[in-house]
């Protein structure tokens, strides 16, 4: 999910905790609690700051060994060490099992979203993503911003949250069975898939498609049950040449790779340099693919320079490159 519903997800199960009667006994157990959650509902996204770096060591790590098994143990013992001294009067393991229970949440909802976490490691590094909910839901956000202003106006903040759970319960199977009827469609089309992807827009009715047979790619659309496919792509292996080769030692688009399952490719080749592109077929967003990696090589194929993340056109691209167009 996105930092702002994580942010009210984590103040919503603050609101919880005061059902705790530990929790509720004292002021500071109150107080240490409601700072464990909060904190503890944001800390698994500090990998965040990886973007400072590059966008190749933020794809490669975002949601990774941050959302890992080890990870979601040892965020709780962490916090607690440093929240504990503050509110020596405090219930241990109270405050610890909040704070275990706002990092495990926060980690469980990021796994329905098309882009998922490595929440298996060590075991597997597979990326796990449902995609069933959108990174930014509208309708999650909005019932917990309704539950904290009923929560302002002096209603128990307990109750109050409970059943905005139950009813977010509800809501979540309700997306499972609308992604399951899209599925259903799609290989009623295309009954030979071999791999169906299938993301969640902002819009309840809509979904974005990707879908692969052994020769082709298909990219569409769902809107209320209703697929449509906008582009056909042929699969073409990418082959094995020089500089494709020296290509995949970029960094760039090694992260790429690491993260995109679905893609095509492209070679361009100018008078003083080649420029290999590769296109994530996930995110076609107004007749556009946005995702991409590009890296341009001089003719003894030595990279010259490269780009991998989001892109809405072309002369953003070249900025990013800092090569003039041809």
Do not use: C
């Given at each position: 999910?996105?930092?702002?519903?994580?942010?009210?997800?984590?103040?919503?199960?603050?609101?919880?905790?005061?059902?705790?009667?530990?929790?509720?006994?004292?002021?500071?157990?109150?107080?240490?609690?409601?700072?464990?959650?909060?904190?503890?509902?944001?800390?698994?996204?500090?990998?965040?700051?990886?973007?400072?770096?590059?966008?190749?060591?933020?794809?490669?790590?975002?949601?990774?060994?941050?959302?890992?098994?080890?990870a979601?143990?040892?965020?709780?013992?962490?916090?607690?060490?440093?929240?504990?001294?503050?509110?020596?009067?405090?219930?241990?393991?109270?405050?610890?099992?909040?704070t275990?229970?706002?990092?495990?949440?926060?980690?469980?909802?990021?796994?329905?979203?098309?882009?998922?976490?490595?929440?298996?490691?060590?075991?597997?590094?597979?990326?796990?993503?449902?995609?069933?909910?959108?990174?930014?839901?509208?309708?999650?956000?909005?019932?917990?911003?309704?539950?904290?202003?009923?929560?302002?106006?002096?209603?128990?903040?307990?109750?109050?949250?409970?059943?905005?759970?139950?009813?977010?319960?509800a809501?979540?199977?309700l997306?499972?069975?609308?992604?399951?009827?899209?599925?259903?469609?799609?290989?009623?089309?295309?009954p030979?898939?071999?791999?169906?992807?299938?993301?969640?827009?902002?819009?309840?009715?809509?979904?974005?498609?990707?879908?692969?047979?052994?020769?082709?790619?298909?990219?569409?659309?769902?809107?209320?049950?209703?697929?449509?496919?906008l582009?056909?792509?042929?699969?073409?292996?990418?082959?094995?040449?020089?500089?494709?080769?020296?290509?995949?030692?970029?960094?760039?688009?090694s992260?790429?790779?690491?993260?995109?399952?679905?893609?095509?490719?492209?070679?361009d080749?100018?008078?003083?340099?080649?420029?290999?592109?590769?296109?994530?077929?996930?995110?076609?967003?107004?007749?556009?693919?946005?995702?991409?990696?590009?890296?341009?090589?001089?003719?003894?194929?030595?990279?010259?320079?490269?780009?991998?993340?989001?892109?809405?056109?072309?002369?953003k691209?070249?900025?990013?490159?800092?090569?003039?167009?041809?």
């Open positions: 999910m996105d930092t702002g519903t994580h942010i009210v997800m984590g103040l919503a199960l603050a609101g919880i905790s005061t059902l705790d009667p530990v929790v509720a006994e004292s002021s500071a157990a109150t107080t240490s609690v409601m700072i464990g959650v909060v904190v503890g509902s944001q800390i698994p996204d500090i990998d965040t700051i990886l973007k400072l770096k590059n966008n190749a060591v933020y794809i490669r790590n975002h949601r990774g060994i941050t959302h890992s098994i080890p979601v143990l040892l965020w709780p013992i962490a916090l607690t060490a440093l929240i504990y001294p503050f509110f020596p009067e405090t219930n241990l393991l109270h405050l610890w099992l909040w275990f229970l706002a990092v495990f949440l926060h980690v469980f909802v990021d796994i329905f979203n098309a882009y998922g976490t490595q929440a298996l490691r060590p075991f597997s590094s597979k990326w796990v993503a449902l995609g069933v909910i959108n990174t930014f839901d509208p309708y999650i956000f909005g019932i917990h911003i309704i539950g904290l202003i009923i929560w302002a106006f002096g209603a128990n903040p307990g109750y109050t949250f409970i059943y905005i759970y139950g009813l977010l319960i809501y979540y199977f997306r499972f069975r609308a992604r399951h009827k899209v599925y259903k469609e799609i290989k009623t089309m295309i030979d898939a071999t791999e169906i992807i299938i993301a969640p827009t902002m819009k309840f009715s809509q979904w974005r498609i990707a879908v692969m047979n052994k020769h082709q790619f298909f990219v569409g659309r769902a809107e209320n049950n209703q697929v449509q496919i582009d056909q792509f042929n699969r073409v292996p990418v082959p094995e040449t020089p500089v494709l080769n020296a290509a995949k030692k970029d960094k760039n688009l992260a790429f790779l690491s993260f995109s399952p679905v893609y095509r490719w492209e070679i080749e100018y008078d003083e340099y080649y420029e290999v592109r590769f296109i994530d077929l996930r995110y076609r967003s107004n007749d556009y693919y946005p995702f991409v990696a590009v890296v341009q090589l001089d003719p003894q194929f030595n990279i010259i320079t490269s780009y991998t993340g989001w892109i809405f056109s072309e002369e691209l070249r900025k990013k490159l800092e090569i003039i167009p041809n």
